[in-house]
């Protein structure tokens, strides 16, 4: 709140400085400044009001001892521990068995398929489009990357075109 108040003061001064220099547009942009530091203020001062005022604390309470468990509670939470458990198990086994489904599944392109990428990378760069506009249309035409996995970035086919 402090701050506040004391940038709207410092803009004030700016405003009157410039107005001794008559240049307009910071005059313009600071008293657009100062208008919106005063909004800021009016609605702290609103949420100030609003708020609870803090209550002193209490002594503090002391707990009352706990019961002990019974040994039926016990036995019940450990299998219900033991199937949460079995579940994890399943769900990671599930889990490893797409990802092992999608490594099969990725093609790398070979050499041919290799150096028509980089020639239709290199037409279209001759042709006057954007890194992004390439890989757009790389990835519209699902040519796979030569890693086989993901989609084409600006940044790989400029470091492609850099390198070739």
Do not use: C
Request: no cysteine; hydrophobic share 35%.
């Amino acid at each position: 709140m402090k701050k506040i108040k004391a940038d709207v003061k410092r803009l004030a001064k700016d405003v009157k400085a410039l107005a001794k220099k008559k240049i307009k547009t910071d005059v313009q942009r600071v008293t657009k400044e100062i208008k919106a530091l005063a909004k800021k203020i009016e609605k702290l001062s609103k949420t100030v009001e609003k708020a609870p005022a803090k209550k002193p604390k209490a002594a503090a309470k002391k707990k009352a001892p706990a019961k002990k468990k019974t040994a039926t509670k016990k036995v019940v939470k450990k299998k219900a521990a033991k199937k949460k458990v079995v579940k994890k198990k399943t769900a990671t086994k599930k889990v490893a068995k797409k990802k092992a489904a999608k490594k099969k599944s990725v093609k790398k392109p070979g050499g041919d398929a290799r150096k028509k990428v980089m020639q239709t990378i290199k037409r279209l760069r001759n042709q006057g489009k954007s890194y992004g506009q390439i890989t757009k249309y790389l990835d519209s035409k699902k040519l796979p990357t030569f890693s086989g996995k993901g989609k084409w970035h600006a940044q790989t086919v400029a470091n492609l075109l850099k390198s070739a």
